[in-house]
C-alpha cells in the first residue's frame, strides 16, 4: 500500500492506475471518484453518513481489456480487503454449489488476514527481544539461585582467577556468558547452530463431520469449531533447527501471543465493512436472454441475481467473526456482454450498478505501450527472470512494435482475448531461449531481441490461419 493512499486524490489515484494499466481512462476515473468518496463518506456529518451509499460499477468489456486489474489496483492503491469471485460458480439457494454470502465472508477473512498481519509488524520488535531470551535460555541456561560453588567452564569460555582475586559466582558468570552469546546472536555468528525447539502443531481445529445440522449456516459452524478449537489445550513438539530457522519459528507465535484477536476482528470487520471491495465477475453469465422464454436454465440465473441482490443492496451477514452489514462495501461487477446486454440482469440489480462504463478494445498501439511502459510489463519481467541466470535480455522498439502488430493480428482471426495474447506472443518467441539458458547461454551473455528475431520466431503465427493452437 502507498503511503497515505486513502489521501490521494481522484487524479492521483488515476496516475497510480496509469503506472500498470494502459488505456481506459474512463473506467480509471470512475474507480478513482469511487474511491475517493469513501474517504469522504467517513469524514462527513456523522448524521449523513449512514445515508451515503456507495455508486457500485458495472465494467463491460471484451475479456483482457483490463477489467479485473483495474479493480485489483485500485484495492492495492487503498489497502483494501479485496476478493474476487465468478458470478458463474454460485448457485441459486437450495442448490448444490457456493451460496452468494460466501464472497461477503471470503472478503472478511481477507480483512482479518491484513488486520494480523499489521499488527504483527507492529509488535515485531518486542516479539523479536522474548525470541532471543528465549533462544538464549536454550544456549545459556539462567542460574536460578546463588549455590555458592566454584565457577564452571560454559560453552568454551573457560574461567581463570587471578592469585588474591575472589572468584565470580556462577550467576555472574552465566550473565556474562549470556551477554557475550547475545552479541553472536545479533551477529548471525550462531545461525547454523541446531537447538531443540518447543512449536505448536498445526492443524489443531475441530472437525464437525457430517455436516452443519439442519438450520444452521456455514458461518455459525465455523464459529462454533472455532470456540472448541480455542477450548483446547495447544499441542506442542520438539523440533531440532538452526537458530535463524529457529527466530523466524518462534518470532511469528511470538507476534501472535502479543496481540488482542479480538480487537483483530473488531476492527477487521469494521474495515470490510467500511473499505471492502467485491469483484463480481462473469456477471454476464447469469443474465437471462431476453429472446428467451422462462424455463431451463435461466431460471437459475436469475434466482443468483435474486440471492445477489440483498447482498449488493446492503444486508447483514453472519461470518465466523460476527455480523457483517454489506451496504457500504463497493461491489464492481464486470462482463464481457457478448451475448447477454446489461438490461438483461434483472431491473432490480441493474438499479445498484448505477455506474456503467465500457471498457474500449485494445489497439495495436495499446499492446505497443502494454509492452513497453508499465511497471510490470510483460518484457521487463522476462529481463528479471533471466537477470537472475545473469544473463541481459533487452529488446529494441522496431521488435515491440512488431510483436504488438502480431498480437492485434492474431487477436483479429481468433478470438479476442486482449491483452492475455501478449502472453502467448512472448512465449512462443522466447521459450527457445529460456530452456538454453544456462546449459547452451552461459552467464554474461548479452541477447537482443530485435524485428528480425521477431520474424524469424513468430511469423508461422502471421501466415498460418488456422490459429486454434495459439488460443488461450
Known amino acids: ?181 547475545r552479541e553472536k546472536i545479533r551477529n548471525g555468528e550462531l545461525d547454523d547452530r541446531k537447538i531443540e525447539i518447543q512449536v505448536q502443531q498445526g492443524g489443531g481445529g475441530i472437525s464437525v463431520m457430517g455436516g452443519a445440522p439442519g438450520g444452521m449456516d456455514e458461518a455459525s459452524m465455523a464459529g462454533i469449531q472455532d470456540m472448541l478449537g480455542s477450548m483446547m489445550p495447544k499441542k506442542t513438539r520438539k523440533r531440532k533447527v538452526t537458530v535463524a530457522e529457529a527466530r523466524k519459528l518462534l518470532l511469528d507465535e511470538e507476534a501472535a501471543k502479543l496481540i488482542d484477536m479480538d480487537e483483530v476482528k473488531d476492527e477487521a470487520v469494521r474495515h470490510a465493512e467500511n473499505s471492502g471491495i467485491i469483484f463480481i465477475d462473469e456477471i454476464d453469465k447469469v443474465a437471462s436472454k431476453s429472446s428467451k422464454g422462462g424455463g431451463g436454465p435461466d431460471v437459475s440465473r436469475e434466482g443468483v441475481q435474486r440471492d445477489l441482490l440483498p447482498i449488493v443492496e446492503g444486508s447483514a451477514v453472519s461470518t465466523k467473526y460476527g455480523i457483517v452489514n454489506t451496504d457500504h462495501i463497493l461491489f464492481i461487477a464486470a462482463g464481457a456482454f457478448h451475448v447477454a446486454k446489461p438490461s438483461d440482469l434483472i431491473p432490480e440489480l441493474q438499479g445498484r450498478f448505477p455506474i456503467r462504463v465500457e471498457l474500449q478494445s485494445l489497439t495495436k498501439s495499446d499492446f505497443y505501450q502494454i509492452l513497453k511502459d508499465p511497471k510490470n510489463a510483460l518484457t521487463k519481467q522476462y529481463e528479471a527472470l533471466l537477470q537472475a541466470e545473469d544473463v541481459e535480455l533487452t529488446f529494441d522498439d522496431e521488435a515491440l512494435e512488431r510483436l504488438a502488430e502480431i498480437a492485434f493480428e492474431v487477436n483479429s482471426e481468433v478470438e479476442n482475448i486482449g491483452a492475455r495474447r501478449l502472453h502467448t506472443v512472448m512465449s512462443r518467441l522466447l521459450n527457445d531461449i529460456l530452456f538454453d539458458v544456462p546449459d547452451k547461454i552461459g552467464a554474461h551473455a548479452r541477447i537482443l531481441i530485435d524485428r528480425a528475431l521477431v520474424e524469424e520466431r513468430l511469423n508461422d503465427m502471421v501466415r498460418n490461419r488456422d490459429l486454434s493452437q495459439y488460443i488461450l
Open 1 to 181: 500500500m502507498l503511503e497515505s493512499a486513502e489521501f490521494l486524490t481522484p487524479a492521483q489515484i488515476v496516475a497510480e492506475l496509469d503506472k500498470y494499466i494502459i488505456g481506459q481512462h474512463e473506467a480509471k476515473r470512475h474507480v478513482a471518484i469511487a474511491l475517493r468518496n469513501r474517504w469522504r463518506r467517513l469524514r462527513a456529518a456523522p448524521e449523513m453518513r449512514d445515508e451515503i451509499v456507495p455508486n457500485n460499477i458495472l465494467m463491460i468489456g471484451s475479456t483482457g481489456v483490463g477489467k479485473t486489474e483495474i479493480a485489483r489496483r485500485l484495492a492495492g492503491i487503498s489497502g483494501s480487503p479485496f476478493v474476487k469471485v465468478e458470478a458463474s460458480k454460485f448457485t441459486e439457494v437450495g442448490y448444490v454449489g457456493r451460496d452468494v454470502e460466501s464472497m461477503v465472508r471470503d472478503l472478511v477473512e481477507q480483512s482479518v488476514n491484513m488486520v494480523k498481519t499489521r499488527r504483527k509488524e507492529e509488535v515485531k520488535v518486542r516479539a523479536a527481544q522474548i525470541v532471543e531470551e528465549v533462544i538464549l535460555d536454550i544456549l545459556i541456561p539462567p542460574v536460578t539461585g546463588a549455590t555458592g560453588a566454584a565457577p564452571k567452564p560454559a560453552l568454551g569460555f573457560p574461567t581463570t582467577t587471578a592469585p588474591g582475586e575472589v572468584p565470580d559466582s556462577d550467576q555472574e558468570l552465566n550473565e556474562r556468558t549470556r551477554e557475550r552469546f
